[in-house]
């Protein structure tokens, strides 16, 4: 209540996200883990006044952390709603980290990035020597406290209601701790592109769009970890190759494809979206058992999906072969197992098993939306096949 604007709204959410930091040193080494600080006592401050070359430098917050004689020290510099970071304000704080003999800087806004080691601003690679700068979106930061909250859990009940406060108050629009929920301004271009072949590998466009799939893989794999309590990771793409590569393949296919690998599953998750098809899926690779027949096989897969919808597409790949297979629908594999059984006679190596949904039309996280369609089938498709389904090489 009264929150009257973007400044006071900034000034609000660090206090309570750091003191709840400090009251709450589960949630508190749990953010801190990912920047490179030490277990100890974690002490927070904000609006913490220093001096950088005859000017006032103001940071939103310091936190400390003790172990024994030795101490860790992070600057922190926090936007709210859509707020963003600038390479300019962001230098300053590593400057004065520098001078001060600090360990860190560690920015937080709503900005996902598609990798973790990825920052929304350029600094001078020069003054950041020495110095740990780590970016973290407020979903990163909120996924932390799920988890804590719900499936680590926290001994004392007083603290455990306070990081339940914290979630409500994220869960208000006017918290400005804003998470991923838009394909960004050139998804729609992209989108007609696709279904009129005009889409350009190089266009700045495309790359873009294949950056926010990325991010939109990191969303769904952080909501996740946050429901079920695994950890569950995106894989981003590999190096400045990959991107282009897969630039290409947008332009090529009309496809977007991403990699989620999931904690104790049987393999990673592959999800898409066919933009020309206004389609997107998910599928879950498993080895088939090594031995028995063929058909036992197949049953060994369907008795793991007894709950799962009739419309899942299982594949089953032919050995002695990478490319072969065959495919049908659950429903008629349910009614006769050799629908998807090699007609030759051969084995199968591995089943493929496959959940498809209609994209959505818009581009954001609203009711209809292509955020909200993916976020819904991941987590439908983790409910009925990921947790369910076990490796063949385990039988």
């Not at 700045?204 to 309590?229: E, I, K």
């Amino acid at each position: 209540m009264g929150i009257k604007s973007t400044a006071e709204q900034e000034v609000r959410t660090t206090s309570i996200l750091l003191a709840t930091m400090e009251t709450v040193p589960e949630f508190g080494r749990a953010v801190l883990s990912q920047t490179g600080a030490p277990r100890g006592r974690i002490e927070t401050f904000t609006e913490v006044r220093f001096t950088l070359a005859g000017e006032e430098v103001r940071p939103d917050g310091l936190i400390r952390v003790s172990r024994g004689s030795k101490v860790w020290r992070a600057l922190v510099e926090v936007k709210t709603g859509r707020s963003e970071l600038t390479g300019d304000q962001v230098g300053t704080y590593v400057k004065l980290a520098k001078t001060k003999s600090m360990d860190a800087v560690i920015t937080i806004s709503g900005d996902l990035m598609a990798s973790p080691d990825l920052h929304p601003f350029v600094v001078d690679a020069r003054h950041s020597k020495n110095i740990v700068l780590k970016h973290l979106s407020w979903e990163e930061i909120l996924a932390e406290a799920m988890i804590v909250h719900e499936h680590v859990g926290i001994d004392e009940r007083v603290r455990a209601r306070l990081l339940e406060e914290l979630l409500w108050y994220a869960a208000d629009s006017q918290s400005g701790m804003r998470t991923f929920d838009d394909m960004g301004k050139q998804w729609v271009k992209i989108r007609e592109a696709v279904k009129n072949k005009t889409v350009g590998a190089s266009d700045d466009s495309t790359s873009d769009v294949c950056d926010r799939f990325d991010r939109l893989a990191r969303h769904v794999a952080l909501r996740l970890s946050a429901l079920t309590g695994q950890r569950v990771t995106a894989q981003p793409p590999a190096s400045r190759v990959d991107t282009v590569s897969r630039a290409r393949q947008l332009a090529d296919s009309g496809e977007l494809f991403a990699l989620l690998r999931v904690s104790g599953a049987a393999g990673p998750v592959a999800i898409h979206a066919d933009l020309g098809r206004g389609r997107i899926g998910c599928s879950l690779k498993t080895a088939a058992p090594r031995v028995g027949r063929t058909q036992t096989k197949v049953n060994w897969l369907i008795r793991q999906l007894v709950d799962a919808p009739d419309d899942l597409r299982i594949t089953a790949h032919h050995s002695g072969s990478r490319v072969e297979s065959t495919a049908a629908l659950l429903k008629d594999i349910r009614s006769d197992a050799t629908t998807v059984m090699p007609s030759d006679g051969r084995d199968i190596r591995e089943f493929t098993v496959t959940m498809e949904s209609s994209m959505g039309s818009k581009r954001s996280g609203s009711e209809g939306g292509f955020v909200t369609a993916m976020v819904l089938l991941t987590t439908t498709f983790y409910a009925d096949v990921v947790e369910r389904v076990r490796s063949g090489r385990d039988t």
